[in-house]
């Protein structure tokens, strides 16, 4: 098989926001406890966070983590994660029937991001709470002011705000799962009331609006139009939310699912320009996909965890060589949609649907879904450039004209470093690729990585934690994309 990858110099789609590199931080099964934090592991540091996972966590480079959840938002009391440990109330947790005993929470985690080279990505409670407690989590975390909870920061030994830039308002709102779900109009309205006191406190920080929690909801649309009839001139983003499965076992349609994810950016945008036009608003709301990934594998074992139990091991899928090929195709649209998808988080980042996956007390292994976020996190950055690419299409479900190859180019921030990431979805057959780089004539190919694999549900293990990982191929003149592989052709100046 052939493919024609065509990209201009001057023809970009935008600067990328780093902050699509993002993840995400639930107090959900042990993504916290036995995941970023064990004091009694051998790695611990002073604070009890487990360097190994530190350790992977930095290698991703993910600039935001969005804490502490998710659907655990809609039930959080904040203030009982704050202060002497010993007195943190051990608390029934609704969302997941857990047990939380509040040993971390916000003076731990944004110490944790920060040791992670990361920024904490804060989420208010707007299905048990309002705007009280957010307006006073934002005085505890970012105000300088000799008043009540900036000063209890101070009490528990943190001197200067932690300067929490980006916030969201509730967690899916829309769902009927969610503690406190509301319909479009209160969410709407405490959305706007809530976005409106918590920047009076700090108007420098910027507000992520829920939009539906998933493109298949019942409500979507009127989901988005309504709340942002009420909340546009108070918040800067709105939230996509989206999970992929292969629950029908079909390969080839599974692979196109980031078409969906495409048709569901592109729908949304739209929505929001509407609202923009109607508004006769000079501002545009960019878009915030932060909760994506694929999950369905844990679906089973969930189902047998007992409840109420502290960090039950939930929803960790373990991820397979062919989930990596579509995270690696998810990462490729959101850098297409790099003009309007400023934010995006992959849920989540330890042990719960997660790149990371940990022993409590024992090892840490990447996950299959590791390196194409790792790569793209890496040399994703810069500049998006529209790629056309002319490669055989097939059909699978309702999707028709699926290209076999899937693809990016980016300009690094140092302009002179061209990256290329292609997916081969077709399971059979190597495709060679004519590069058509128009206007970086003098560049050559440097370096050819790609995860490629015979079996395509191989996962990676704790006894075998490498049997899915990347490869350098040698670099000549022609590309070949191996059949079922994830990309990363890097080219250089002369
Ligand atoms: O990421 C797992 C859960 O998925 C989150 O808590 C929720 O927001 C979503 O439904």
New binding site residues.
Partial sequence: MKAKITFRKDNIISKIDDRIYGS?I?H?GRAVYGGIYEPTHPTADDQGFRQDVLELVKQLRVPIVRYP?????SGYNWEDGIGDKSRRPRKMEL??SSIETNEVGIDEFQEWAKRADSAVMMAVNLGTRGPDEARNLVEYCNSETDTYYANLRRQNGFENPFGIKLWCLG??MD?P??ICSKTPEEYGRVAYETAKVMKMVDPTIELVACGS??VNMPLWGEWERTVLRHAYDQVDYLSL?N?YNNHANDTPLFLAQSLNMDRFIKKTAAICDEIKAEKRSKKTIHLSFD?W?V?FHSGEKDRKVKRWSVAPPL?EDEYTFEDALLVGCLLITLLKNADRVKIACL??LVN??APIMTETGGSVWAQTIFYPFLHASVHGRGTALATECECETYSAGDLAEIPYVETIATLGEDGETLTVFAVNRSLCEACTVDLCAEGFEDYRIVSHTALECDDLKAINTAEHPDTVSPVEKSVGNAIELAAKSWNVIVLRKN
């Fill in positions: 995400f639930e959900l959840g998710g659907n655990f938002v969302a997941w967690n899916e769902g799962w969610q929690s998933n939310h999970y909760e990934n999950w929803l849920a989540q719960v649907i």
